[in-house]
């Protein structure tokens, strides 16, 4: 089975430039979470969907961050205007249900985002 | 508050010896979940385990074990005989029952030198 997707793998930006980054949970999970990881403050959650609504947001930094979920299998971030202070690995996971058996999440490979 | 706190930050450790990470965490609910990742070079986050508040039972898989210990809020990794493949950065989360969000530790690097 395939495992979480996000593209792309890296993208290098100027400031100010929007940034977009694309995310296609595992199939028939209905949870999906995006995180942010830095050396300065780890990895932490920015926000997270339950059937393709968003449930918590509180960990998006400010109202440049925004992430959507149109449909079950696409979700994406995106940043407007970019700050090099941006500049993370974003981690895109899914799960199917909580606390249900053995169910954790599933993380995708991250895209590497560096703003100039 | 909740909070997972990995007070090792960096452990080298000569390949065949055991290694033992530590993760303590704090959290009012009952019912939680943990878990512990790894993050080899490559960067991406693996699942290693995933424990829930209500299961104290040890776990051995392979070379690894994990020690769930509620009187000490602790849930602690165990290597036995490293091998180089295992450096990585092995990170210990908390899930608390209401909410579905990981609280990560900070992490600890894992070395193991041939």
Known sequence: ?116 | AQKVTQAQTEISVVEKEDVTLDCVYETRDTTYYLFWYKQPPSGELVFLIRRNSFDEQNEISGRYSWNFQKSTSSFNFTITASQVVDSAVYFCALEASNTGKLIFGQGTTLQVKP
């Open chain 1, 1 to 116: 089975d395939a495992g979480v997707i996000q593209s792309p793998r890296h993208e290098v930006t100027e400031m100010g430039q929007e940034v977009t980054l694309r995310c296609k949970p595992i199939s028939g999970h209905d949870y999906l979470f995006w995180y942010r990881q830095t050396m300065m403050r780890g990895l932490e959650l920015l926000i997270y969907f339950n059937n393709n609504v968003p449930i918590d947001d509180s960990g998006m930094p400010e109202d440049r961050f925004s992430a959507k979920m149109p449909n079950a299998s696409f979700s994406t971030l995106k940043i407007q205007p970019s700050e090099p202070r941006d500049s993370a690995v974003y981690f895109c996971a899914s799960s199917w249900g909580r606390g249900v058996g053995n169910q954790p999440q599933h993380f995708g490979d991250g895209t590497r985002l560096s703003i100039l």
